[in-house]
């Protein structure tokens, strides 16, 4: 495909240079009501003898797990559970798992839980696999690591993507959440199972949904999108699924086939953003979930609609094609209109989801820290414009800080 994007600066050059070097084996995907079991039985063909179980305390204590479990004990598999302790992926929890895999001689991994539980397991397996190599050599986007223990993944939530992604989120003792970038511990095998979700409250679909439909925009308007098309490609079918499924799962939470829409919705908006990256949207939300623990798909539903307006000039071609594949427009030619049309569709989404379209949390005092961090983030992926900090001060000023004061 013919690259026609904005060029790209020397930062961002290193970091698609890297992301290109990063070779991603196949994840095989089961989908619907029980495939969860399927996975023990993916395990068993794949000769696990002793598989570490990482989940939450939520999903443990739903007993969300029991079939599964009971499934693995049929196929002579032994296993651990360790409940991921923290909100927040941090060192401690990695190397608590680390240890307890070690002592039981475990040889296999199965993360079931939202992204942090799965992002959680996968730098437990990578750091199984290479012992001698600590967290901070990891964290490292040029180290070279051997392949983790097998990981088989199933999300419980509809917005993480970290199933298929090649990104895991580590927080520091400040609080800070650093990407880990490894294709090394990509799961080979995910269930895509709306039994899993059943417990979801209307808000944390909503939250979810909006997530995976930042991702899938994003990752598509970025100028890393045509180097990763055979990604990218996939984004706008997550949009319309998203678009068709969130609000209905919304308002009725037991529609099961609107639920699997969504976590099939996820999977692919984590497909196409697992090389491709995200831009400021990601980066100003993590800053509010680090800083004031938002739920990450809150602010990006806020913020979005508001970024993809700054964007406009750069990415309304894209726009314009997200407008079409959803059936906003019939008229591929019209970009700019086209463009405009989807961001006001985003904008009435978000008022059906009843979030609100400011930040009640965000102190202006913060806005210095936000900024220096979300421009350490952003400046390395395929944002399609880079804000000054002055810009960007602005936005939040302007945007999320005035509507709230409003």
Sequence with gaps: MKITKKFLTPMQLMSCGMMKLKKIGITERYNGSGSLLQLADIMAADNCKKVFIAVSNTVLECGTITGFTD??????????????????VDSESVEK?????????CDSVAAIGGGTVIDCAKLIALRAANPSKNLHYIMDYTAVLKKSPPIYAA???????????????LTDSKGKKYPVLSSEYVPC???????LTDTLPPTLIAYGGMSSLTRAIESYIGTFSERFYGDTQIAPKACRMIFENLLT?????DNQ???LNLLKASHYAGVSFRRASGGYVYALANRFEELYGIPQGKSCAVLLPYLLEDYINYIK???????????????KNAELENAFIFIEKIKELCHQLNIPDYIEEFRSEDTDLIVKRAQADARMTGTPKIFSDNELKSFLMNTVYRKKAG
């Design 71 to 88: 499934t693995l004990k049929e196929e002579n598999i032994e296993f651990v559970i360790y409940t991921v302790p923290n909100s927040n």
């Design 97 to 105: 798992g680390l240890v307890l895999y070690e002592e039981n001689n």
């Design 155 to 169: 999300p419980t939530t509809l917005g993480s993507g970290a199933e298929i992604s090649m990104i895991a989120f």
């Design 189 to 195: 095998a995910v269930s895509l199972d709306p039994d």
């Design 249 to 253: 799962a919304y308002k009725d939470p």
């Design 257 to 259: 086939t609107a639920r």
């Design 317 to 331: 071609k894209d726009l314009s094609t997200f407008s079409y594949h959803c059936g906003f427009t019939q008229n």
